[in-house]
């Protein structure tokens, strides 16, 4: 079975550093998707980056950068320029054709000022 | 856009009782997914729906049960609820494209408390 695992409860960092969140996840599967989806306090989740298997180069988008190791199941999100918005928690997804997505336990981020 | 609504917010109801929340995908999307969120357990898959048909089912009892409606509105119903079917329940639209290369847009939740 497909699983996903984030090792970091909680991580933190200060205003404007970076910080790397960690993921992997378990698959025999050659093509699937993997996200990472951000939920903030008391608001609703929403998608931060996705990253297609069959690509090789690392999705990027503005502040958050993935870090792709297809061989080793691993999928972590860099955040850098860390932001007081950018506090919420933090989960690792998979997705394939014949799996329903799957998510991580997730990360709570706390960002000091 | 409007984003995805989920009615109602906060609900709260008595173990044996049951209880329908309901789901508005974005306008367009084809697809609704719903999510039990718990400290506990994290975020699971109840099941999905495209075209009002059930594609994809989480590993949850017969209590939890859904539909999906010809404008793609989704509804949920969980009967003789338990103390542990309090949860937050995440409703998801995507457009559904392609299978499963859809991005997920989440809704607000609806808060279900058991007493």
């Known amino acids: 079975a497909q699983t996903v695992t984030q090792s970091q409860p909680e991580m933190s960092v200060q205003e404007a550093e970076t910080v790397t969140l960690s993921c992997t996840y378990d698959?025999?599967?050659?093509?699937?998707?993997l996200f990472w989806y951000k939920q903030p306090p008391s608001r609703q989740m929403i998608l931060v980056i996705r990253q297609e298997a069959y690509k090789q180069q690392n999705a990027t988008e503005n502040r958050f950068s993935v870090n792709f190791q297809k061989a080793a199941k691993s999928f972590s999100l860099k955040i850098s320029d860390s932001q007081l918005g950018d506090a919420a928690m933090y989960f690792c997804?998979?997705?394939?054709?014949?799996?329903?997505?799957?998510f991580g336990a997730g990360t709570r981020l706390t960002v000091k000022p | 856009k409007a984003g995805v609504t989920q009615t109602p917010r906060y609900l709260i109801k008595t173990r044996g009782q049951q209880v329908t929340l309901s789901c508005s995908p974005i306008?367009?999307?084809?697809?609704v997914s719903w999510y039990q969120q718990t400290p506990g357990q994290g975020l699971q898959f109840l099941f999905e729906y495209f075209s009002e048909t059930q594609r994809n089912k989480g590993n949850f009892p017969g209590r939890f049960s859904g539909r999906q409606f010809s404008n793609s509105r989704s509804e949920m119903n969980v009967s003789t609820l338990e103390l542990g079917d309090s949860a937050l329940y995440l409703c998801?639209?995507?457009?559904?494209?392609?299978?499963?290369?859809?991005?997920?847009?989440f809704g607000p939740g609806t808060r279900l408390t058991v007493l």
């Open positions: 998801a639209s995507s457009p559904a494209t392609s299978i499963y290369t859809d991005t997920q847009y």
């Open positions: 997804a998979y997705r394939s054709a014949a799996n329903d997505m799957r």
């Open positions: 698959t025999s599967e050659s093509d699937y998707y």
């Open positions: 306008s367009g999307h084809r697809s």
